[in-house]
């Protein structure tokens, strides 16, 4: 089954940190792709760029609105995600808890649903 683990930073604790911490967030999360890599789990990830380049569309009724930024005002934006593969939630929350974020954020697993076409 895939997992998603959505990673949440706060943008401006990562603004404020040296380049050397920095740094070793963006090795430490490098190794994390090849530890998934190694044991079979991993299928995609990536950072976001800020949420600053964000923008939100909505349609309320006929018409597409956009609003540049994201919707919701919070103290951690979506700064990334893994996309793995496990067999259950027992072990996705496992992998997920070795992922280096975490000391830096929350990080959300969440199933993904598998759309049947009929």
Known sequence: ?????????DEAALDRMAPETYGALVR???AYDDY????????ASDALQSVRTATTLRMPG???LTTDGPFAETKEQLGGFFLVEADNLDEATKLAAKCPCIR???????PVKELVRE
């Not at 089954?1 to 930073?9: A, C, N």
């Open 36 to 43: 998934l890599r190694e044991r079979g789990k991993y299928i």
């Open 1 to 9: 089954m895939r997992y998603l683990f959505l990673i949440y930073l």
């Open 62 to 64: 006929d018409d597409v």
């Open 104 to 110: 830096h954020g929350s990080i959300e697993v969440r």
């Open 28 to 30: 430490d999360s490098l």
